[in-house]
């Protein structure tokens, strides 16, 4: 039989990208839902996360948490998806490149800005993460160019990187444009985002 797959998570959370990435791999999964301040600090759960927090992902005995490596973990353990660049392909080291610059520099400055925090200038080499608009010019010359980050195919690094766009745009911390909303309404209209968003959604009306 094979290992279970379960999802923790919150439609409120960054579980939505869990749930995303669970949808794009196509394998059957079980969600918990856990409430903030409530069920996600309980002994039961905290006995998963010890911090507390979701999204987590349970695979049999195996536990992963934090969810740019939910989505690198699920990449790997079903192949079959092609949702990664293989062990050994030379397009590993961008996948890892974008994947990763989402979930850190881009996740970071974001949130900065969010918060109403600009980093003086002569500050920036200690952060870590410079400038959100030359990370997001960046973006912007490869997917003006390219339908995805990686070689000719959406991987875990577009949905990532996407989402990150996505809120960043919602939320006014990233400048609206042309292709970069191009690129997200592409990756938004996957059969697989579409049926995230509509779980996600139902469970927000159950609340």
Not at 168 to 177: D, F, L, P, S, T
């Amino acid at each position: 039989m094979a290992e279970e797959l379960v999802l923790y998570t919150n439609p409120m959370s960054r579980g939505r990208l869990a749930r995303w990435m669970l949808e794009e791999v196509g394998q059957p999964y079980r969600t918990e839902i856990l409430e903030f301040g409530t069920t996600m600090k309980s002994p039961a759960y905290l006995a998963i996360n010890p911090l507390g927090k979701v999204p987590a992902l349970s695979h049999g005995d195996v536990v992963v948490t934090e969810a740019a490596a939910i989505c690198a973990y699920l990449a790997d353990a079903f192949p079959a998806a092609g949702l990664a660049p293989a062990p050994g392909d030379r397009l590993r080291g961008p996948y890892y490149r974008w994947l990763f610059l989402a979930a850190g520099p881009i996740e970071q400055a974001g949130t900065m800005l969010e918060l109403g925090f600009e980093v003086p200038l002569e500050k920036r080499s200690s952060v870590g993460f410079g400038r959100l608009a030359d990370m997001v010019g960046m973006i912007e010359a490869v997917v003006s160019e390219h339908e995805y980050l990686v070689g000719d195919r959406f991987s875990a690094a577009d949905l990532y990187l996407g989402m990150e766009m996505y809120w960043g745009m919602a939320a006014g911390a990233i400048e609206k444009r042309p292709a970069l909303e191009r690129y997200v309404a592409r990756l938004r209209g996957r059969p697989a985002a579409i049926r995230a968003r509509e779980i996600d959604a139902g469970l927000l009306r159950k609340q």
